[in-house]
Every structure is written in C-alpha cells, then in structure tokens.
C-alpha cells in the first residue's frame, strides 16, 4: 500500500527533475497528497485531486499526475490546475493564488462523464441533468460541478472537500439514481 510520505516524495522528486516546487501550503498539500493517495487506490493510478477521473485508464490517461496540462499551466499561470506544482517565484509567495482555468480539452471532460461526443454544449448539459450524478457546489466560491463525489480540493479557491454540498435547485434535486 502506498503512503502520503510516498506520494509526496514522488511528487517531490518529479517537481525536482522540472525545475519547479510543490505547494509550501502544508494544509493544501495535505489534501491533494490524500487526493491522490485515495485515487491511486482507487484506480490504480493517481489521477488529478481536482478533477472527476472516470476509472478508464485511456480516458484518464491526460489526468493522472503530473497532469499533461502541469507544465503549460505553470508556465503561464505558475500553478498547475491544483496548485501542487508550483514556479519559484509563486513558491516564495510572489504571486497571488488565483484560479486557474481548466485546459482540459470539453471532449475529454464529456468522455469522462460517460457522454457521446458529438453533443453541443446545451444538448451535454442536459445530460448531465438527466444523469444520475449530483450536482455539488464549492460553499467558498460557488465553483458547480456534476459529480458523485466532491473534488478533494476545489479547483477554484482550494477549499477542502468538506466545502462541498449537493445544490438542490427549483428544479430539483440531482441525487443517484437507485
Ligand atoms: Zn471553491
């Protein structure tokens, strides 16, 4: 079984071989270091924290950490999408922490949410209502998104998991279907 020191030296040595750091926020780290501890066991591999992996590794591949979208988004903003990788410069604190947009092409995040690909957006988001997953709201900044399970971490503002709850709606209530 893998451990958090395991997963943390590992995510320690590759940020070495790059050049860039991990996050100094203990607290952060903490949880993504879980996030993707729980995945790895979950999955076999350890995808993203802040991202919904689908199980399959082929549809995942792009998501499992070092993500393939780490480097052009420390480059640009940093940061990676979770904020475990980070530049030196935001690593002493210079720059502030800040929302990182999500680089992940839209047909792999309909991939993962098991959907055809053809679809437009509005014909996707309707899937998305009518399927049986919840819809889950970061409490801190308001950040949706159609899961069973919260991020480990909201990708927006960091919050931990427990920030999380399902958003009931007018609508209705997104709950799983029996
Ligand atoms: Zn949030």
């Not at 530049?87 to 922490?97: L, P, V, Y």
């Amino acid at each position: 079984m893998i451990s958090i020191d395991d997963v943390k030296r590992r995510a320690q040595q590759d940020a070495k071989s790059r050049g860039i750091r991990i996050t100094p926020d203990e607290k952060l780290l903490q949880c993504l270091l879980e996030g993707l501890k729980t995945n790895e066991e979950r999955y076999g591999y350890p995808s993203c924290p802040c991202r919904m992996a689908s199980g399959n590794f082929e549809t995942d591949r792009d998501i499992i950490c070092p993500c393939d979208y780490r480097d052009p988004d420390v480059a640009e903003y940093g940061c990676c999408y979770c904020s475990l990788y980070v530049d030196d410069e935001t690593h002493e604190g210079k720059n502030q922490a800040r929302a990182i947009p999500e680089r992940r092409p839209y047909d792999k995040q309909r991939a993962t949410l098991g959907l055809a690909e053809k679809e437009t957006e509005e014909e996707t988001i309707g899937e998305m209502m009518k399927s049986s997953r919840k819809l889950l709201y970061c409490k801190q900044c308001g950040y949706v998104v159609f899961s069973d399970d919260p991020p480990y971490v909201c990708p927006i503002c960091k919050a931990k998991r427990e920030m999380f709850e399902e958003l009931v709606t007018a609508l209705g209530h997104y709950t799983r279907k029996v």
